[in-house]
Structure formats: structure tokens, C-alpha cells
């Protein structure tokens, strides 16, 4: 199967290719590469929302498509109790070679227990809903997963922004559905993971959504580029 670019490219920078870069296609911009090594950057290079989420976990965290593991290896090193997640059987082999010591190779959505305190979605985890559809399918899912007071821990954007003219207007096709529902491929060597829906939410969305399924929202940062860390926190009741 060559459809995971993102652990084979992983795999490869452990092999020492540490030039490797994947390539990012989308509906809405010009094409873009992540730096394989990015993946792998250590807590002095994490920006400041990320550190932020990090120093906000408590309990028993769930790492939800942890990638290379980067956040897990800081929570680990610092006592937290942590499990790591991806689909990627590649990716959760990169984990275990880092030291990360809970591995999980699961999509969230097949994810039956055991319950956990927080659940950490960085680099715009929340984006694995794909549509505001799936942002339903994902916090009913997400309080299965959760002990009484547990919270979401995620990042993601507005991105209003890139709809908008040179003169302030914005440009929205109102037949398109939400803005924030992008497509993606990402592509490295012979592996392509094939177009897939990532979603991007602005937080007064997200608070809408989060109080139809019993979680309270709080913005614990807000970004330049419009993107923002929330926390979603689940009532006792």
C-alpha cells in the first residue's frame, strides 16, 4: 500500500534522510512542503501554543494522531501518564523507536476505552473530523472516551482570512458549504494518501457545536495567523 507519505517519510528521516520533505496539494492555496524533520523538533523549538497544551494536560492523555510522537516524548518525560495515537503503522513504528513507551495504531473513531482525563489534538488534530459533520460524530465519540470533567485539548484556525480581497471584502461561494472544509493530498516519493476533507473551525462555531454535546469552551490562545487553542471541557452531569 503506498498511501502513507507521512510515516514512510518519517521512517526514512530516522534512516537518515533528514532533507526529506512531503508535499502538501489543497483545494484552496497553491501547493505547500512540511519539512519531514519538523515532525520530530524538540520542546525548545514548539511554539508557544503547543507548550501551552502541553503544560495544560492532566490525568490520563490521549494523544490523538500523535504523529512522530514529539508531544508524547515531552509528556512522557515529564511523569505524565500518556498514550500515543496514530493510524499510521509506520508513524507508531517511529514512535516506538523514539522511546515513546504507550502505542496505540487505531483510528480515534475505533477507539472502545479505557477512559482517559484529556484529549490532545495539536497541529489542527480537530481537522480529522474533516466537516462539520464529522465535528458531531467527533465530540459524541470523544465523550465516550472521557472521565466526568475530562477535556479537549485542541488547535485549529479561522480561516476567513484567505477568502478575503485586497480591499477587506470577503468572497465566499454560500453554496460551498462551511468555509473551514478543505481538501487535502499530501504526497511523498511513491506515497500518496489520496484527497481526504480536513477541517478547519473558527472558535465561535466550535463553542456552538461543543455546548450541543455538554462541553464548555475556553480560548487559552489565539494566534496571528487566526489560529487558536481551545480547551473543551466535558460536565460532570
Not at 1 to 7: H, K, L, R
Amino acid at each position: 500500500m503506498n498511501n502513507d507519505p507521512i510515516g514512510v517519510a518519517a521512517l526514512a528521516y530516522l534512516s537518515g534522510e533528514h532533507g526529506a520533505e512531503i508535499t502538501v496539494e489543497s483545494n484552496l492555496t497553491e501547493d505547500d512542503v512540511i519539512p519531514v524533520a519538523y515532525l520530530f523538533r524538540k520542546e525548545t523549538q514548539m511554539p508557544e501554543l503547543e507548550l501551552l497544551a502541553l503544560e495544560e494536560c492532566r490525568g490520563k492523555v490521549l494523544d490523538v494522531g500523535a504523529g512522530v510522537g514529539c508531544h508524547a516524548l515531552v509528556l512522557q518525560q515529564r511523569g505524565v501518564d500518556v498514550t500515543a495515537m496514530d493510524f499510521s503503522a509506520n508513524a507508531v513504528e517511529v514512535m516506538k523507536r523514539q522511546g515513546v513507551r504507550e502505542v496505540l495504531h487505531k483510528d480515534v473513531f475505533d477507539l472502545q476505552g479505557p477512559k482517559y482525563d484529556t484529549l490532545l489534538l495539536l497541529m489542527n488534530g480537530i481537522g480529522i473530523a474533516g466537516n462539520l459533520l464529522g465535528l458531531e460524530r467527533l465530540l459524541e465519540h470523544a465523550k465516550s472516551l472521557l472521565n466526568p470533567g475530562g477535556q479537549i485539548l485542541l488547535e485549529s484556525a479561522d480561516i476567513l482570512y484567505m477568502f478575503e480581497d485586497e480591499d477587506g471584502s470577503v468572497l465566499l461561494d454560500l453554496n460551498a458549504g462551511y468555509y473551514g472544509e478543505i481538501k487535502y493530498n499530501m504526497t511523498y516519493k511513491d506515497q500518496q494518501s489520496g484527497w481526504f476533507n480536513w477541517l478547519f473551525i473558527d472558535a465561535a462555531n466550535l463553542e456552538d457545536y461543543a455546548n450541543q454535546y455538554g462541553f464548555e469552551l475556553e480560548v487559552l490562545y489565539e494566534g496571528e495567523a487566526g489560529n487558536y487553542l481551545a480547551k473543551l471541557t466535558l460536565s460532570d452531569a
